[in-house]
């Protein structure tokens, strides 16, 4: 772990039960927006941080981050506010590194939330992708990424002023961070199991309507009764911006689950 300093948002009062949430790729702690003081007007103290190399937190060396990584970065963030357990969830990217965490950190994590993410690891032709994308990345900048994955990252419907808002957020990301991403991601291995024996309650929300990860690759741990799993209609990658009250009191569900208030 390193001694970097997460940017970060924190709602509710400190001693309050703690929930943090993970952006995803190649976004940063501002997709929580809607979702932040709601949860926390509820009783719990909200943090999310923004993962290192997005948004403001410091940039990164691309060749050394894994999931596991930035697991090790958000445990050490974690421990600047006590060493009780967190419930964590995380969206996309954010997802695979929870899940990475409460594999190397399972004392920090009383349940854990996947939001339009999944446990599996990359197929080969997504991971060929991935080494396509980080080479346009090199060549010409974040934006490299516009305008498909804007578009990707919402569901068909969706107006066009979530559209603008994905390609400004797009826009503003590094691209060191932005290919350190793409590169642990790549390498990630499969985390079905971690799930499948996480002691705890979990969530899992999806969008059925996601381009990025189709519902069908959405966790359905079997005989696992500790959980709030929700396909939301109609919704895509972003369910926290296309169905915020769906994305609020899901998490609400989940978060009191194990820290009622």
């Known amino acids: 772990m390193s ?17 943090a949430l993970l952006h995803g790729w190649p976004l940063d702690r501002a997709i929580w927006s809607e979702v932040v003081r709601p949860v926390s007007s509820a009783g719990l103290h909200v943090l999310c941080p923004d993962l290192p190399g997005f948004g403001d937190s410091p940039s990164t060396e691309p060749d050394r981050w894994t999931v596991e990584a930035y697991g090790d970065e958000v445990a050490a963030f974690l421990l600047r506010f006590g060493p009780e ?3 964590l969830a995380g969206h996309s990217f954010g ?9 190397r950190h399972p ?5 854990l939330g996947l939001v339009a993410s999944r446990t599996l690891a990359d197929s080969e032709a997504g991971r060929k992708g991935r080494q396509e994308t980080i080479a346009k990345v090199r060549a010409q900048g974040s934006r490299a990424l516009l305008p498909d994955l804007a578009r990707k990252l919402l569901a068909p419907s969706a107006p066009q002023p979530l559209v603008d808002r994905a390609t400004r957020m797009i826009e503003r990301a590094r691209p060191d961070g932005v290919i350190a991403g793409l590169a642990a991601m790549a390498a990630r291995p499969d985390r079905t199991a971690v799930l499948e024996s996480f002691p705890g309650h979990a969530l899992v929300l999806h969008g ?3 381009q990025l990860i189709p519902e069908r690759e959405a966790a359905d741990p079997k005989g696992f009764r500790a959980i709030v799993r929700e396909i939301l209609p109609g919704i895509g990658h972003m369910p926290m911006w296309e169905a915020p009250q769906a994305t609020i009191q899901a998490i609400l569900r989940w978060a009191r689950a194990v820290h009622p208030v």
Not at 3 to 19: I, K, Q, Y
Not at 95 to 103: F, N, Q, T
Request: aromatic share 6%; hydrophobic share 50%.
């Open 3 to 19: 001694d970097a300093l997460l940017a970060f948002d924190s709602s509710g009062r400190r001693e309050n039960p703690r929930v």
């Open 107 to 111: 004392e920090l994590v009383a349940a």
């Open 85 to 87: 357990p967190a419930a």
């Open 208 to 210: 059925n309507e996601d």
């Open 95 to 103: 997802g695979y590194v929870a899940l990475a965490l409460a594999d």
